[in-house]
Structure formats: C-alpha cells, structure tokens
C-alpha cells in the first residue's frame, strides 16, 4: 500500500507534537545538498557545533564595545517591526553577532541570510524541510550534530548550525561569496539567490558591522 502523502495539517500538528510551542512558518527557501565529507572535515565541523561557549560578546578595548553597542541599538531599531519584544529581539542579534564572528563571518551577510531564507521567523520551515532561521536540512543533524533535528528550532543552535555550514562553504569555494551562498542555498552557480543575500544585507549595513 503507497504511503500517503503529509499535508501541511499533519506537519504543523507534528511539529506541535515535538514541543515547539509555535507552529512553524513556511518558507520558500532552498536546502544545502548533503554531500560527502571527509572524516577531518567531519570532524572538525562536529568540534565547531559541539562547543558550548555562551553567546556572550567579549571585548579587548572599549571603543570596541562602544561600536558593538551602536551596531546593536541600530540592528535593534531596524528589527522591531520583524521581532517586537525588546528582550527576543536582543537575545536575537547578541547571537547573530557572537555566532558571525565565531565563524569568521561577515555579519552584515548574515543578517541578509537570515532575511532572505526565513523573514527571522524562528519556526520557518521550508519546503524541503529546512528549519529556523537559517533554514538548516536536518541531516547536519546526523553528519555534525547530536542527531537530534528538533534542536535546529533552537535559536543558538541553528544560527551556529547555520554560521558553521556557511563558513565551510566559504572555505570549500575559495572565500568566493557568491558561489558559496548558492551551495548554501542548494542553487550552487545561479545568481537569484546570492544576489537577494547580497540585497538583503544592505538593509543591515553599519559602519560598526
């Protein structure tokens, strides 16, 4: 007997059934492509996602404090439309810029993949069922993670999961931007998708970024 299909009630009432506490928001975002990985590769993406470090800013001097505080009063304005409460709102962007520079990553970038791949709705879920705000395809779960794929509605954890995956990327495609958000995407060579990133993160740019 040919199994039958999931409608879009029986995935909101099982994404209910894992606790989430809101139902997932649907998007029309791509997936990343599983693809082979080294075991060194493996490995050290696994160590990247597995350490536990708070998402709390460290700074060496003050005058970097200062401009981290006037990125996030600035960030902070822009998202209130998108996230009204003052406190999620924060907690939201302290994470975004710990996990960007843990990773190495341009923040201004991605603040734009966030945008672009869930409108910063925590419970987004894709139609090839990637998750949160940075649209995560559960098997990292199983190649990087604890194989847990419910933890990706996690704030931190996804945005971890989703700044690792990106800087590999990166790493994989020569520090070339464009072609490493369409891996990210699943659209590796088209422009559709890297040049809405690129759109998207100009709504977040600041000279303290």
């Known amino acids: 007997m040919k199994p039958r299909a999931w409608s879009r009630r029986d995935c909101l009432m099982g994404a209910a ?5 809101t139902l997932p928001t649907w998007t029309h975002a791509g997936g990343q492509v599983e693809e082979p990985l080294a075991d060194s590769v493996r490995g050290a ?3 990247a ?3 536990s470090a708070p998402p709390v800013p460290e700074f060496t001097d003050l005058e970097k404090r200062l401009a981290y505080l006037r990125w996030l009063g600035a960030s902070s304005g822009r998202l209130q439309r998108r996230k009204a409460d003052f406190q999620t709102r924060i907690e939201f962007l302290q994470t975004v810029w710990y996990e960007a520079r843990r990773a190495g990553l341009d923040i201004t970038m ?5 945008q672009v791949e869930s409108a910063f709705r925590k419970f987004a879920i894709s139609r090839v069922g990637a998750r949160g705000y940075m649209q995560i395809m559960p098997f990292w779960s199983r190649l990087i993670g604890d194989g847990d794929p419910s933890r990706l509605f996690n704030m931190q954890t996804n945005l971890r ?3 690792v995956i990106l800087r590999h990327y990166l790493d994989r495609e020569r520090g070339d931007t464009f072609m490493a958000l369409g891996r990210y995407n699943g659209s590796r060579g088209r422009a559709e998708y ?3 990133v ?3 993160a100009k709504n977040w740019a600041h000279p303290d970024a």
Not at 110 to 114: D, K, P, Q, Y
């Open 17 to 21: 059934s894992l606790g989430l506490g």
């Open 161 to 163: 999961f989703g700044c």
């Open 194 to 196: 890297p040049n809405a």
């Open 110 to 114: 991605v603040m734009g993949l966030v």
């Open 45 to 47: 993406l696994s160590a």
């Open 49 to 51: 996602i597995a350490n």
């Open 198 to 200: 690129y759109a998207a």
